[in-house]
């Protein structure tokens, strides 16, 4: 197995490159291949030039949305044809976890995104916290400000990632939040009891942040209403919520629920 | 197919020939998405899944034939196929996968 395609496929995910892999499923030239990613050229053929240049194309717009999906064609390429079926496989990186406060809710935390395939960064700007030594499954571990590390990385924030504040400390928090409102991030939440949070809105307000995005946006108390107590736990209800707030589901139980499951 | 990849990787090293079984549609319910992929060495070993656990089964069976004949196809599985598979998926849904020899 020489496999130039399945190795530069191999190559970019493992450096968390995205890419899209183009196979003909049916029709003529079945189980041909192209691979479409930034920083690459493309790689293989599907047979047919004309093919080629559609399916990169759609391969590419697949790419962006971090879509997958089977699309058929005539056998140059031509729309409302069915001569050939592609399967366009997108490869995306994985989604991103910022965890501010490197706390006893943090081990957990990053524990649990692991399992979720998220890419964990935890960041505390004490460092006698935060270190690879308390953290070994976070992906990265960094002593700074939090508000410094998003002003550094928050344009890569998108939809799919998420930013989870747990330090309790409105020096440490308030800057964090106001930082993550700035980027795109499709899920952020804050720790703290009630009265913490009361507190923090007050002085999100006094700052200047723009509290209607607050009210939006920010998810405080962090977590779904699950009634744990442990680090784990309550790792479990922030992870829930992720994904409740991602598909807007309701996040009740099925049992009580109808309609589709998925 | 990213999960499978440490699986995929000792194979070939060890020198197995693998076919690669891949979601590529679904309809109705179903447990996995375009995507979900499993795959199956010449000596029996697998890894990964393409549902849950309704047609694995079947795929390690067709997956081996398609190593044998190298003949990679399209396969279907679904609550009302035409008995061409014994097996189906009790959620009612179809997926259908594509199953080809890793030589590529």
């Known amino acids: 197995m020489t496999g130039s395609i399945y190795e530069t496929w191999r190559a970019a995910v493992t ?5 899209s892999l183009a196979t003909v499923v049916e029709g ?15 790689l293989g053929t599907l047979g047919d030039d004309d093919l080629d240049r559609v399916v990169l194309r759609d391969a590419v ?3 962006a949305a971090g879509t997958s999906g089977v699309r058929h064609y005539g ?34 935390l990053v524990r649990v995104a692991k399992v979720l395939g998220y890419r964990v960064t935890v960041c505390d700007a004490r460092e006698v916290f935060a270190t690879t030594r308390r953290f070994p499954q976070a992906d990265e571990v960094v002593v700074d400000w939090p508000h410094r ?18 330090t309790h400390d409105h020096k440490f928090d308030v800057p964090a939040i106001i930082g993550a409102l700035d980027t795109e991030v499709g899920y952020l939440g804050a720790m703290g009891s009630r009265r ?18 607050v009210r939006r946006r920010l998810h405080a108390p962090i977590g779904l209403d699950l009634g744990g107590r442990t680090p784990e736990e309550t790792a479990i209800a922030i992870c829930a919520e992720i994904i409740a707030a991602r598909t807007g589901r309701t996040a009740a139980s099925l049992s009580e629920t109808t309609g589709p499951i998925h | 197919m990213k999960e499978i990849m440490a699986d995929l990787d000792r194979w070939r090293t060890q ?7 891949r979601v590529v549609d679904i309809e109705g319910s179903g447990p996995r998405l375009p995507g979900a992929a499993m795959a199956v060495a010449d ?33 279907t599985f679904g609550y009302s196929d035409d008995e061409a598979f014994a097996v189906g998926l009790t959620c009612g849904g179809t997926i259908h996968l594509f199953i080809e020899p890793l030589d590529w």
Request: with cysteine; charged share 25%.
């Open chain 1, 196 to 213: 913490t949070n009361s507190e923090r809105l007050e002085r999100l307000a006094a700052e200047g942040a723009d509290m209607e995005a």
């Open chain 1, 61 to 63: 717009g697949e790419l």
């Open chain 2, 15 to 21: 020198g197995k020939r693998v076919a690669l079984a």
């Open chain 2, 43 to 75: 000596d029996g070993e697998v890894a990964g899944s393409v549902s849950g656990g309704c047609v694995e089964g079947a795929v390690v069976s067709e997956a081996l034939e398609i190593l044998r004949t190298g003949d990679r196809r399209m396969v």
């Open chain 1, 149 to 166: 590390l998003l002003a550094r990385v928050g344009d890569r924030l998108g939809a799919r990632d998420a930013v989870c504040v747990l």
């Open chain 1, 28 to 42: 003529p030239g079945t189980g041909a291949k192209l691979l479409v990613g930034e920083g690459i050229e493309p």
């Open chain 1, 75 to 108: 056998p140059h390429g031509e729309a409302r044809e069915a001569a050939v079926s592609v399967f366009i496989e997108t490869f995306a990186p994985p989604p991103q976890m910022l965890v501010f406060g490197a706390v006893d809710f943090t081990g957990a």
């Open chain 1, 15 to 19: 450096d968390h490159r995205p890419v």
